[in-house]
């Protein structure tokens, strides 16, 4: 009997290591979701800064008298290969900005798929294509 109390009471503060077990078996897969979420949220954000950041830029070359569609194009690729951005389509509107009337529009839109910039293979984003785009008036 004596012993029988010895054992309850060594074992009565003791942790119980089996529920700590159970407890991160059923939160690690939830903690792992959103730490992947998380990246690849802040890794589209920075693919749409991109994407606004070239249209931005090939917009200044488009608004420089004499400018050509292909040094517009190329601004934007120039951006978009530094920073790994694959499969992005640029377009210009109106395609004939040179020669558009002084007080004009040009947009610059760039376009890229999210399953292309992807960091993770279990993409949150699959099937979506993100736009950065840039408009100005023409001055000259």
């Keep these: 009997m004596k012993q029988l109390k010895r054992l309850r009471n060594k074992y009565r503060g003791r942790p119980k290591l089996g529920a700590a ?11 792992v979701l959103l730490l992947f979420g998380t990246i690849e949220a802040c890794r589209m954000i920075y693919l749409r800064q991109t994407l ?7 917009t200044r070359i488009a608004l420089v008298p004499k400018s050509t569609s292909g040094q517009v194009i190329a601004a934007a690729n120039n951006i978009l290969t530094d920073r790994g ?16 009337p002084i007080q004009s529009f040009i947009e610059v839109r760039v376009t890229a798929p ?12 699959a099937g979506k294509f993100l736009v950065g785009r840039c408009s100005m008036m023409k001055e000259y």
């Design 114 to 125: 999210a399953n292309s910039n992807s960091l993770v293979k279990a993409n949150f984003f």
């Design 21 to 31: 077990a159970v407890e991160f078996a059923v939160v690690s897969p939830i903690l």
């Design 85 to 100: 951005v694959k499969d992005a389509v640029v377009t210009i509107t109106p395609s004939s900005f040179s020669t558009a």
């Design 52 to 58: 606004t950041i070239a249209a931005y830029e090939a």
